[in-house]
């Protein structure tokens, strides 16, 4: 049985720093991309970022770029994003996806994706 499991999320004040992990479980991702995406309250799923399997591309959503870093760790099946200068407009649950085929389009896409986390709560306040 396949498992993501997100965690780092936390209530963190406008400026702030976090790192959010994602390690999966019963089976590995060789060749798949990874990648996050977020909800806030109301508002529908929301592309983060995503990484190839080796690491070498990556991709960011609009809102995130430049503050948000995502990497991976293969031997450790895990995935993790990096987030610098938190907004309040950060605050919504992140979650993980894995499985994905890459292209640059196509790894913005929810329906990309095979395996999901149950997510994590991540709260900026101002």
């Known amino acids: 049985q396949v498992q993501l499991v997100e965690s780092g999320g936390g209530l963190v004040q406008a400026g702030d720093s976090l790192r959010l992990s994602c390690t999966a479980s019963?089976?590995?991702?060789?060749?798949?991309?990874m990648g996050w995406f977020r909800q806030a309250p109301g508002k529908v799923r929301e592309f983060v970022a995503a990484i190839t399997w080796g690491g070498a591309f990556t991709v960011y959503g609009n809102a995130v770029k430049g503050r948000f870093t995502i990497s991976r760790d293969n031997a450790k099946s895990a995935v993790y994003l990096e987030m610098n200068s938190l907004e309040p407009e950060d605050t919504a649950v992140y979650y993980c996806?894995?499985?994905?085929?890459?292209?640059?389009?196509?790894?913005?896409?929810?329906?990309?994706?095979?395996?999901w986390g149950q997510g994590t709560q991540v709260t900026v306040s101002s």
């Open positions: 996806a894995a499985g994905g085929t890459w292209g640059n389009s196509r790894v913005m896409k929810e329906t990309n994706y095979n395996y």
């Open positions: 019963g089976r590995t991702f060789s060749g798949d991309a």
